[in-house]
């Protein structure tokens, strides 16, 4: 199973997703286990330690609209003059190429897409044994002199797959409420004959969160309500896979000084007629917290 682990330096919480004070990653597809197949990289810069100097220096850069890179080592470094090399010119960290900016997917959350195999020219092996090692910059990091403008280092592990996972789960395994978390169906996966088959958008959910002081919060009072809600409705990225990207605390509208202890979320259909209209069992996720 596919884990992401940042480097100690860090003091974030992980996500599915390790140590405290990271920046942010997930991956798309989460459990991401085959190289020679296309990986999207997702940071979220918010979660970054801004105490770090040169961690509020990118923040500050990204506030002002600066496009940010990705600054990649491992598996496999590219050389200069290759397209794909970090930096070009004689001051590389102050002019990162362009082949290397970053999607802006929202205010903070940048990606970018590859293929490792391809990406790095290394077979799928040296994938495995070295993992995908990055950090993000804006295109003029800084140094020579002048203050670093860039993440800490972050490490994402590829293992070959080893076990199975339920077609829906929440990714990353292990998060705090104000992570950034993925609710990932296969509606390929699904056994429940009424689940099977469905239509893009015919793939609801149903989500509700224990707070700190035993109360609980729901978006829909029931499954029989959740159609009343857009925001429980999953998006399909085609070949019958759903996401929906959260942040729990922001999800679920959490005062101020409560925080939520555990999640409860089951997959169901738009209208709910009973057992055969939902996912068999409960996706329970057990927060963690500092």
Known sequence: MKNLKFNTIFSLAALIFGPALSAQVSTDPPEYQDPTTELKIIVDLSQLDASLDHTQNLLDAAAAGEDM????????EHPAGHPLVNGVGTAPWKESNDTLRMTKEAEN?????????EFYEVDAQTVFANDIQFLVKPKDGGGYGDPDIKSEDLTILVDPPVTTRN?????????????????????????????????TDDVWFFAEATLSDSTTVKIANN???????????????GDGVFKTYMVPRKFFSVAEGKTITKM????????????????SYDIIAELSCE
């Open 264 to 279: 409860t979320i089951y997959v169901m259909r738009r209208v709910f007629t009973g057992a055969g209209s939902r996912i």
């Open 167 to 199: 077609p829906a789960f929440l990714f990353p395994g292990s998060f705090e409420d104000d992570d950034l978390v993925m609710l990932y169906y296969d509606n390929k996966l699904e056994e429940v004959e009424g689940m099977q088959n469905l239509a």
């Open 109 to 117: 959350i940048y990606s970018y897409t590859m293929t490792p195999t």
């Open 69 to 76: 890179y990705i600054w990649t080592w491992s598996p496999a």
């Open 223 to 237: 499954a029989f309500t959740v159609g009343n809600y857009p925001q429980l409705q999953m998006t399909s990225y």
